[in-house]
């Protein structure tokens, strides 16, 4: 059976996805979680690009695998699928889009790339973050998850969390890239993430008919964390039709 391959959300770190890696694993997948760009103490790469943070990806992993990507994961995933389309036997797109940022949002990460390189820490970070990143439910109903997420974004290194921002604000549209990938593929979202909502969804949908696509109720962007038995459950569904 192939590598299944979890490539975590900006700016958090591969322990998104430990309650996968444990149900996944004691159902018999050999799953792999890289820390991108600097995050959870992973070097960050020597170039600002997704080009850069993909082919550290593919340096680690060294075999065609199943790639799942949550949110900036997506963006890695879609630089993979542009490069080397051939290293992925199937793509899971969590809580991602496919279109390159506006003009506006490209402008905001550059500043905020340079403020947490200047301040030399990620400062209100966490504040500004958790309440997009994370559904009403949870903030509402999960206080050790909010807890968890807020230390990871602490834990961020301003180099990761720079890197990524600069990276992210120079990622190309990816619409193409998915219309040409023919693979199995499954899209999953929260039904209350805002960040990527259900338009990002149907764009990518849209443009890979094969797709299958699930939402999970009650969970914002981090679904893997927020909703975990939830997506466990989805990913050993649709994957098993993949082997
Ligand atoms: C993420 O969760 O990885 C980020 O929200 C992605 C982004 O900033 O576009």
Avoid: C
């Avoid at 770190?13 to 992973?42: I, M």
């Avoid at 905001?108 to 970070?125: E, N, S, Y």
């Avoid at 999960?142 to 600069?166: C, F, L, M, N």
Wanted: net charge negative; no cysteine.
């Amino acid at each position: 059976m192939t590598h299944l391959v979890l490539l975590h959300a900006f700016p958090v770190n591969r322990h998104l996805w430990d309650d996968q890696v444990e149900y996944l694993t004691k159902a018999g997948r050999r799953v792999l979680t890289p820390d991108l760009a600097g995050f959870g103490g992973s070097a960050v790469p020597q170039e600002a690009t997704m080009t850069a943070i993909a082919d550290q990806v593919l340096s680690q992993v060294g075999q065609p695998a199943v790639f799942a990507g949550l949110s900036m994961g997506g963006y890695v995933l879609m630089e993979i699928l542009r490069l080397h389309p051939e290293m992925v036997t199937g793509a899971v797109f969590m809580d991602t889009k496919a279109t390159a940022d506006t003009q506006e949002a490209r402008a905001q990460r550059l500043q905020v790339a340079d403020a947490v390189l200047a301040a030399g820490h990620t400062g209100d970070l966490a504040e500004v973050m958790l309440p997009k990143l994370l559904g009403e439910t949870t903030r509402s109903r999960s206080p050790e998850v909010v807890e968890k997420v807020r230390t990871w974004i602490e834990e961020a290194p301003p180099e990761a969390v720079a890197t990524a921002q600069r990276a992210m604000a120079d990622r190309p549209d990816s619409v193409p890239t998915l219309r040409r990938y023919e693979g199995p593929a499954l899209v999953v979202w929260g039904s209350e993430d805002t960040i990527s909502p259900s338009a990002d969804q149907k764009t990518m949908l849209d443009v890979m008919p094969q797709a299958v696509a699930r939402e999970i109720p009650d969970a914002g962007h981090l679904t893997a964390i927020e909703q975990p038995s939830a997506v466990n459950d989805v990913l050993l569904e649709v994957l098993s039709d993949w082997r």
